[in-house]
Nanobody
Framework: VQLQASGGGLVQAGGSLRLSCAAS????????LGWFRQAPGMEREFVAA????????NYAMSAKGRFTISRDNAKNTVYLQMNSLKPEDTALYYC???????????????WGQGTLVTVSS
């Protein structure tokens, strides 16, 4: 499975962005899907994850209440709706596929290339 993330960009604080991650070369229907982010000089950190059927979601404290993860298995795509963005949300955002909706990046075997989100103050 190959993953292609898109939708990043420059936005002012308080604004919104929707990231998409499209899969090819296979179906995502059997995979949990996650979003992670990595700011310059920082470790890659968990943002949100969703189970294969979409019935279970998992959020980092920093994302809870502002971000929403969703998936459309028919379109082989996972989304991350990000509202009320803050400058500290600035990072390269990665999507990943794995067996569950874990918070651990080590649980994911497939990764997209990342899409840059920059939030200006």
């Amino acid at each position: 499975v190959q993953l292609q993330a898109s939708g990043g960009g420059l936005v002012q604080a308080g604004g919104s962005l929707r990231l998409s991650c499209a899969a090819s070369g296979g179906t995502i229907i059997n995979y949990g899907l996650g979003w992670f982010r990595q700011a310059p000089g920082m470790e890659r950190e968990f943002v949100a994850a969703i189970s294969w059927g979409g019935g279970s979601t998992n959020y980092a404290m920093s994302a809870k209440g502002r971000f929403t993860i969703s998936r459309d298995n028919a379109k082989n795509t996972v989304y991350l709706q990000m509202n009320s963005l803050k400058p500290e949300d600035t990072a390269l955002y990665y999507c990943a596929a794995g067996p569950g909706n874990s918070r651990s990046k080590d649980s994911y075997g497939y990764w997209g290339q990342g899409t840059l989100v920059t939030v200006s103050s």
